[in-house]
């Protein structure tokens, strides 16, 4: 008898600012948003990733040396160059991110795991240059969210 083993991703998650401590359960419930992630962007089995929580002085410099913006974000996105087996990295930005989910209303880990659910999507191909790419990548984001209890992000700035 030949059995078929579908091996899980390995998350890696690494807490780099101490701020991020603050929110004891917010690695699992990343960890989890990941996977959901990459289970309903139909991604091959067994793929890795990383997701660094970091402070917004990393990622500034993250942003400067890869991307060539002078200024910090919330989320980053590399995708490995060799795929399969390992997808890439993601950096989330504390401040940042706790700024957004301030001004959103929202918790800061339901606002992380739909950073790192965005990560995952660039990961996998998705991006929002284009408005046909960003309305496919949103409604899929809007999904996986939806999935793990947390409202929709884009609706407040559709009723802008």
Do not use: C
Request: net charge positive; hydrophobic share 45%.
């Amino acid at each position: 008898m030949i059995s078929h083993v579908v091996r899980s991703p390995e998350i890696t998650i690494t807490v780099a600012d101490s701020a991020w401590r603050q929110h004891p359960r917010i690695q699992t419930a990343i960890r989890s948003a990941a996977r959901l992630a990459l289970r309903r962007a139909n991604a091959p089995p067994g793929n890795g990733l990383t997701i660094l929580l970091t402070s917004d002085a990393a990622i500034l410099q993250l942003n400067s040396r890869y991307r060539r913006k002078n200024n910090p974000t919330n989320v980053l996105s590399f995708a490995a160059a060799n795929p399969p087996g390992y997808l890439g990295d993601i950096a989330i930005a504390y401040g940042i991110t706790a700024e957004e989910a301030d001004q959103a209303g929202k918790s800061l880990p339901q606002h992380a795991v739909h950073l790192a659910v965005h990560g995952v999507l660039h990961l996998l191909g998705y991006d929002h240059e284009a408005a046909r790419d960003a309305a496919k990548m949103e409604a899929l984001e809007i999904d996986i969210l939806a999935q793990l209890g947390i409202r929709n992000p884009y609706e407040i700035r559709r009723r802008a």
